[in-house]
């Protein structure tokens, strides 16, 4: 009777191997080195293949596999600093495509996909802001390098193996300012990925108008009008006016739902205490704001 391997174990054995075969090995050598039997190791090879993980090249009747670049080198457990070092200095240099194999390769394993949002990602995003703030970048290369973190957050969104969704437990993201779409983002993914029902509006700011309250309590009820349990929105601004908005538009929707409306605020530390005349919540990063929803819905499911 043939073993049985889960997908992470064969990667792995498989990504070990190739590691110190610079010229290659072919299936049968594969599957001898690694104890898998030929069935499942082609299999697998297709699989990683498919995810970019490996490549192949024909030599006569033969397909000889290789690591992609970027792969190699990954150390297991996961360093997340060591990813997001990588993963900086290759966007820094203009290898995308590399930043891009190199995130998609680490999202193929057996990881804290969470992590990936607040380990790596996020803390790129710091990094490219530390640096324009600095001096050291202009704002082409800025505004070239958030579009770039923007895919990497959709990279970890379509990779995503969500959770058990949790039963009664919803959310909504809104960004109070542009340069607060990346946290957005990152945390509707994370959020997801814990099993709650995700919603991503985006960034408000430019709709913000004497009407806009009515607007977005509307969008409130439609969406949530007919559901129980917790109801969660979460603001990211670092605008004043936008934050105290959409806290005040948010807060006045308690009592007028079926759940639980629970408001939580990200944003600059001097904005602290704004947040808080209207938020239950204020967080100071996507870790924070995680671990305060859960003990929320803790609470009420």
């Not at 039997?37 to 993980?53: A, C, E, P, V």
């Not at 030599?59 to 080198?73: C, I």
């Not at 190199?102 to 992590?115: E, Y």
Request: aromatic content about 8%.
């Amino acid at each position: 009777m043939y073993r049985r391997y889960s997908l992470d174990e064969v990667r792995r054995k498989i990504v070990d191997v190739l590691q110190n075969a610079g010229t290659g090995l072919s299936g049968i050598e594969l599957a001898d080195r690694t104890g898998i039997n030929r069935m499942t190791i082609t299999k697998y090879l297709d699989i990683m293949h498919s995810l970019g993980l490996i490549k192949k090249k024909k030599v006569g009747s033969v397909n000889v596999w290789f690591l992609e670049s970027g792969v190699a080198d990954i150390e297991f457990p996961i360093n997340y600093t060591q990813v997001q070092q990588r993963l900086i200095d290759n966007a820094l240099a203009g290898d995308e495509e590399q930043a891009r194999r190199l995130l998609t390769s680490v999202l193929n394993f057996d990881i804290d996909q969470v992590r990936m949002l607040t380990d790596v990602i996020l803390p790129a995003a710091n990094t490219v802001e530390e640096l324009y703030s600095r001096g050291r970048l202009g704002k082409t290369d800025r505004t070239r390098l958030s579009t770039l973190i923007g895919e990497f957050i959709d990279l970890v969104k379509f990779n995503a193996r969500p959770a058990e969704s949790k039963m009664n437990a919803h959310v909504l993201c809104v960004a109070g300012s542009a340069n607060r779409v990346q946290q957005a983002k990152s945390a509707a993914v994370a959020f997801q990925i814990l099993g709650w029902d995700c919603r991503y509006i985006g960034d408000v700011e430019q709709d913000i108008d004497p009407f806009f309250d009515i607007d977005f309590q509307r969008y409130i009820s439609r969406t949530w009008g007919n559901k129980h349990g917790m109801m969660l929105v979460c603001v990211f601004s670092s605008s004043e006016s936008s934050l105290r908005f959409l806290t005040s538009t948010a807060k006045s929707m308690k009592g007028r739902l079926k759940g639980e409306l629970r408001l939580a605020v990200m944003a600059p530390a001097e904005l602290q205490t704004v947040a808080e005349e209207h938020a239950d919540f204020f967080a100071k990063d996507l870790q924070s704001l995680i671990a305060w929803s859960e003990r929320q819905y803790a609470t009420v499911a």
